[in-house]
């Protein structure tokens, strides 16, 4: 298997690192939509994400990605009753599952084994792919051509973090914690707003204008191609920090506070720019938090919520036909409202 493109040798689109490196640190977050141009690192973003994250434990033959401590009951190898010895304790890569567009709900979701039905007699369970992405990855290529009954699926097993399958006489539940990542082309078609709405951060990614970095892009991709492995070891030591950095924001997270004023001005924000429900609020407020852990800082500031709020709101405002100027400038210019509000306050 191919080395991916290490992530610290991206160049540019920063938006589309930061989201992905907060979707890292807080799984609640509900995933990442990244729409824009082709060639524009998107699929490499994500792949070279799953990449430098740390391996996980599990035990040798499981396909739930159970952590060893707390086997499902779902798994026959993690939770065997009456096994004489549990299987030994692995360490695996963090899961980074594709999606294809073809996927069917039993794929998706998993089904009876017929052969062992048929062959044995036997009722047993065939994971599919929310399984295998537990505690990882599972990443959409042309989310907006997937069918929409099936990004309903998955974007309610993203949010609960639980796969439920009830067909054919089976009644099983298992974990399916992981970050859904989906990309596409804003030309091959959008998607529903309600869908939108449960990604819990949107990047638009342009292709880059600047000459210097697009230079820069081709003697990576280059250097990358013509001697893979010396490219990603010469960028090891940066995935290396990269990795550190998200290994600290997981342990702190759940200690970083909002304060009050903070939280006030969240609310306001949301307010102003008529946000329906309260998913916004508390969509901004988990990835302030990541931003801030990220960062190292145990508070989440202003700042946090001015340099993230475009990634989360964006893609939640009402269409308004008569505004030329596009969602981001709407964010921005309610962000500094709000702001100067509190300062005259």
């Not at 035990?59 to 993690?78: H, I, K, M, S």
Request: net charge negative.
């Amino acid at each position: 298997m191919s080395k991916p493109f290490p992530f610290s040798a991206i160049v540019a689109q920063e938006d589309m690192k930061k989201a992905l490196l907060m979707a890292a640190v807080e799984p609640l977050l509900g995933g990442v939509l990244i729409f824009g141009d082709r060639g524009t690192g998107k699929s490499t973003a994500v792949r070279a994400l799953a990449e430098l994250l740390p391996k996980i434990e599990t035990r040798a033959g499981c396909r739930f990605n159970c952590e060893p401590g707390r086997p499902q009951d779902a798994c026959p190898v993690c939770h065997a009753p009456n096994a004489p010895k549990a299987p030994k304790v692995i360490k695996t890569r963090t899961p980074m599952v594709d999606l294809p567009l073809g996927a069917t709900e039993d794929r998706i979701c998993g089904a009876l084994d017929l052969e062992k039905a048929l062959v044995a007699g036997e009722k047993d369970f065939e994971p599919g792919l929310l399984a295998s992405a537990n505690r990882g990855f599972l990443y959409i290529d042309e989310v907006n051509l997937l069918e929409d009954h099936l990004v309903d699926l998955l974007l309610d097993a993203a949010a609960s973090g639980v796969n439920v399958v009830e067909r054919e006489g089976l009644s099983i539940r298992h974990a399916a914690r992981f970050a859904l990542v989906g990309s596409g082309n804003p030309e091959e078609g959008d998607l529903r707003p309600q869908l939108l709405d449960r990604f819990g951060l949107a990047v638009d990614v342009r292709t880059i204008d600047d000459l210097k970095q697009r230079i820069e892009v081709i003697r990576r991709r280059d250097a990358f191609e013509a001697d893979t492995d010396g490219f990603c070891e010469s960028w090891a030591r940066k995935d290396a920090a990269i990795r550190n950095r998200v290994v600290k924001a997981r342990k702190i997270l759940r200690d970083v506070d909002i304060p009050d004023d903070v939280l006030t001005r969240m609310s306001q924000l949301c307010m102003g720019l008529g946000i329906d429900g309260m998913r916004g609020e508390l969509t901004l407020m988990r990835a302030c938090r990541a931003s801030a852990a990220l960062g190292g800082r145990l508070e989440v500031s202003w700042n946090d919520v001015s340099e993230i709020s475009p990634l989360v709101l964006c893609h939640r405002l009402r269409r308004d036909p008569l505004d030329d100027a596009g969602s981001a400038p709407r964010v921005e210019r309610a962000i500094a409202a709000v702001g100067a509000d509190a300062v005259h306050g």
